[in-house]
């Protein structure tokens, strides 16, 4: 049966300019390329999700500018259910300036525009989709009250949510129990935990405040451990060859987003997210260097 996703969240138009390194305070240095492309944080995941076969809705706000407009034909064309976006009259779309150096690291500055403006009434008007789903994943790039609000909605109906606390922010612990799984990288969990410094298993841990809920560290090179009462697993991730490493985080929640909503076990479930997100790394640029299901398949049936 295929797969019903529901994503709450951003869409970013992504300036990106690749990089020998990145320029140090009040210093110039040469790009090397600069690329203009669909991003965002939601966005990538529903792209992720869309490409390994899910039915995927999209709740989220970009402007009545150029930019939205590109966004809502890159979604079509991905097959990206946009019934529920809205094109909000009064702010910008989202934008990302994002440097990427040689070695494939990156830094972003975002500016939300339009997602910060997401309201209930636009949540509110997709219950019936959101009713049907399998998961509903949200990210912390719309404002925080949303957050909250999209991940109550899905829990009254008791469907599974996942919680990409990405990027690193404080939530309510009201709003972070409201998450069936939390995935932080190391950075995020040291903020959403209020532990800096601490094991990564001894934060994880704080953030559990029912039986259900599993805390997933993505790890980057090494994997990603999910924590739970009573047990815990690093699963490692393939070896690749990496150009770009942005978007790492947005493939690996679609990719567990999908196989979680297959019913794939937690372990199988993070292998999956694992390759995906490890195909994401080794193209340049964010939804564009999602992978296709038939890639992921691959390269899991080429580890066994
Ligand atoms: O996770 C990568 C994304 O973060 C980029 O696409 C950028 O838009 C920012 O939201």
């Not at 339009?114 to 019936?128: F, G, H, R, T, Y």
């Not at 990405?166 to 959403?192: Q, R, S």
């Not at 019913?263 to 292998?271: R, S, T, V």
């Amino acid at each position: 049966m295929t797969a019903k996703i529901v994503i709450v969240g951003s869409f970013n138009t992504d300036l990106t300019t690749y990089m020998e390194r990145m320029p140090r305070p009040g210093e110039t240095v040469s790009g090397r390329k600069f690329v203009t492309g669909p991003g965002g944080k939601g966005s990538n995941q529903a792209v992720a999700a869309a490409r390994l076969g899910a039915d995927v809705t999209f709740i989220g706000r970009v402007g009545q500018d150029a930019f939205g407009d590109q966004a809502v034909r890159f979604w079509q064309q991905e097959g990206v259910n946009t019934d529920y976006v809205v094109r909000d009259p009064d702010h910008a779309t989202g934008v990302a300036p994002i440097f990427v150096d040689d070695s494939g690291e990156n830094s972003i500055v975002v500016v939300l525009g339009a997602n910060l403006n997401l309201k209930p009434s636009d949540v509110d008007s997709a219950a019936a989709v959101i009713a049907r789903a399998d998961v509903l994943l949200t990210q912390l790039e719309v404002n925080y009250d949303m957050v909250g609000y999209a991940l109550k909605a899905a829990k009254q109906q008791g469907i599974r949510t996942i919680l990409n606390p990405a990027p690193a922010g404080h939530l309510p612990a009201e709003v972070v129990a409201l998450a069936d799984y939390i995935t932080p990288n190391e950075t995020e969990l040291e903020v959403l935990s209020g532990r800096p410094g601490a094991a990564v298993a001894e934060a994880a841990r704080s953030l559990l405040t029912t039986e259900q809920q599993t805390v997933v560290v993505t790890m980057g090179a090494q994997g990603a451990s999910y924590i739970r009462r009573g047990s815990s697993a690093l699963i490692p991730t393939y070896k690749v060859n990496v150009v770009d490493t942005t978007g790492a985080g947005d493939a690996f929640n679609g990719g567990l987003a999908v196989a979680l909503a297959e019913g794939k076990d937690l372990p199988d479930a993070i292998a999956f997210a694992n390759a995906t997100a490890a195909l994401c790394v080794t193209r340049p640029g964010t939804a564009p260097s999602m992978p296709t299901r038939v890639e992921v398949d691959e390269l899991l049936a080429a580890q066994r």
